[in-house]
């Protein structure tokens, strides 16, 4: 091992240590209390950008920490051992609207976004998904007409996370024909733009301290500075931000399963049956055998997609199968963490129910784990 990569896993290490401490002081005394009053802690994220992790892969020149997608993986899943609420959320404003802006913003927008949202001054919220359009998201309603320097956006958005809380939306809209993936566009849009409102925050089952809700545009005015890259492009563009958004989903869920893991193996050891504790039966030991293996299985997908990704490789197709393999195991863990428990696996008096009620939106979320099936078997017959 070279002195450069002896440093970098040095900074790796210290960087995984500083999330965990945030985690376990900021986030884990307070866990159930937002989950039962579904509180969207703002100030949190708020004291997260001083940390650098609302800027993870942002370059420092726009105030980012400029880290990588390895350590951005590394982050993303400490916080999501403790809470996958707040993992999700810091996840969704790293790699949905502030990484479109990085991608595809000019340097006036760049200048005039990254710093906000890299510091967590701004939280910011990405819109592509509507109500009538989920997986065919190319089949959009919602439109931008242009009229001068403007564009003016009608239509809504739905379940979309920070719709209410969020300073700055990256929304893509239809400017072109119904199902022509090159006649939609991305806009940023900001809070308080006439026209521009949230709809109440959706019940969920799961990830309730994860603030989610409908974005409505009625005749709303936004100026043309605010396209982001070349009119037409949104829809392609969503898609390479999509990549990144699959290794950042697939992280979430890997923390996921390694918090309930963590908490089915600490239980086992401490619940006695018939005289030992249930970790000494077979059937329990293979139960966090199986566990363990899954989760090992899945780290390793998501950290080679996190590489290809950095060394500026195509990386959809793997991407695509570390957030569908990790979002499944991560449910098939979680549920195991609660027969683990047993009845008090259904209490929540134990975390063993909250992460089984988290997990489940990672196999929905940012792609269903169908449509990356078809995302997998379409680049595997391609090749």
């Known amino acids: ?51 650098g992790f609302m800027g993870v892969l942002v370059p420092e020149q726009y105030g980012g920490s400029g880290l990588d997608y390895q350590t951005y993986v590394t982050v993303i899943d400490e916080i ?13 404003h790293n790699s949905l609207c502030t990484n479109h802006i990085l991608m595809f913003g000019n340097e006036d927008q760049k200048n005039k976004y990254l710093p906000k949202l890299a510091t967590g001054q701004w939280i910011g919220a990405w819109g592509l998904t509507e109500t ?28 979309i996370t920070h719709a209410i809380s969020g ?50 545009f009625d005749n709303c005015r936004v100026p043309a500075a605010n396209v982001l890259g070349e009119v037409g492009n949104g829809f392609i563009q969503s898609l390479k931000v999509l990549d990144g958004g699959r290794i950042s989903i697939a992280a979430l869920s890997l923390g996921i399963a390694r918090g309930a893991y ?8 401490e619940r006695e049956q018939f005289g030992k504790p249930i970790s000494q039966f077979q ?8 566990m363990a293996t899954k989760i090992e299985a899945a780290e390793l997908l998501i950290r080679k997609a996190g590489q290809l990704k950095d060394n500026g490789e195509k990386c959809t197709k793997i991407a695509a199968m570390a957030k569908y393999y990790a979002s499944e195991i991560s449910v098939e863990v979680a549920n195991e963490g609660v027969q683990i428990h047993g009845g008090y696996g259904y209490t929540k008096d134990y975390p063993a129910e909250k992460f089984y009620r988290d997990a489940k939106l990672c196999t929905i979320g940012e792609g269903t784990s169908e449509i990356q099936k078809v995302v997998i078997s379409r680049l595997l017959l391609e090749e």
């Open 167 to 216: 300073d700055v939306a990256v929304v893509i809209v239809r400017t072109g024909e119904k199902g022509d993936s090159h006649g939609m566009t991305a806009f940023v849009v900001e809070k308080g733009t006439p026209g521009f409102t949230a709809g109440k925050k959706e019940n969920k089952m799961g990830m309730r301290a994860s603030e989610t809700a409908c974005l409505f």
């Open 283 to 290: 059937a329990i030991a293979f139960k966090l055998a199986d």
């Open 1 to 51: 091992m070279n002195v450069q990569d002896t440093t970098a896993n040095e900074q790796l290490a210290m960087i995984k240590q500083s999330a965990r401490e945030f985690a376990e002081q900021y986030i884990r005394p307070h866990i159930m209390d937002w989950d039962e009053r579904q509180y969207f802690p703002a100030e949190l994220f708020h004291q997260s950008g001083e940390y």
């Open 80 to 92: 999501s051992q403790v809470c996958g609420s707040i993992g999700l959320s810091v996840a969704a």
């Open 132 to 159: 009538g359009t989920g997986s065919d998201a190319g089949g959009m309603s919602t439109t931008a007409v242009k009229d001068g320097d403007h564009w003016i956006l009608n239509g809504s958005k739905n379940f």
């Open 262 to 269: 963590k908490a089915a193996i600490a239980y086992s050891k």
